[in-house]
């Protein structure tokens, strides 16, 4: 499917990451007791890099966790008859930590709201943050990014595709019109 637009290329990912991981580090007035967690798929890459990032500018190991939201979305029923569990893992003690879930796109907000539900039966966390690299609109409930790498408006019959390198074998940010729905 060939996109109607590229929103971001790997140059412009990887700057949106930097900026993000100084603003996480300028926030919370440096990086000590902080934790990053993905949200699957993406967001688990995407946190990674940002861990990376936030060492090499604060000289601290980033403890970081992937989080399959699954089992707690409101929609599962509509999702699939035998939905797919991915791994959760969280190799560490939330408590008197800040958490900063990162995702690849924020939409309806209802991944986030799924992700907070998963990540407080996991423990009492001290803060959660959210980081984002697209931001496209079209909220159904009262959830914000903390941390944006790109706002994009769009439209709901449009699609924002993220493609990153440890996924899909490459950095880019695709805008798509939606496929029309055959009858």
């Not at 060939?2 to 700057?15: C, G, S, Y």
């Not at 879930?101 to 009492?124: E, K, M, N, P, W």
């Not at 993220?162 to 009858?183: I, S």
């Amino acid at each position: 499917m060939t996109p109607k637009a590229i929103i971001l290329t790997a140059d412009e990912v990887r700057r949106a990451l930097t900026r993000i991981a100084h603003e996480i580090v300028e926030r919370n007035k440096g990086a000590e007791n902080l934790a990053l967690i993905g949200i699957h798929t993406r967001g688990i890459p995407l946190a990674e890099r940002l861990a990376r990032k936030l060492e090499d500018l604060e000289g601290v190991s980033i403890p970081t966790g992937m989080l399959d939201i699954t089992l707690y979305r409101d929609d599962l029923s509509e999702v699939a008859h035998q939905p797919i569990i991915r791994e959760t893992q969280v190799p560490f003690d939330l408590a008197r930590r800040r958490v900063v879930l990162v995702d690849d796109v924020l939409y309806t907000g209802r991944t986030v709201r799924s992700a907070l539900d998963a990540l407080i039966d996991l423990g009492r966390p001290e803060g959660i943050q959210l980081a984002v690299l697209v931001d496209r609109g079209h909220r159904e409930l009262p959830i914000r990014a903390d941390y944006v790498g790109k706002n994009l408006p769009t439209a709901r019959s449009e699609m924002v595709k993220v493609k990153l390198t440890e996924t899909d074998g490459v950095d880019v940010v695709e805008l798509h019109d939606m496929p029309e729905e055959r009858p």
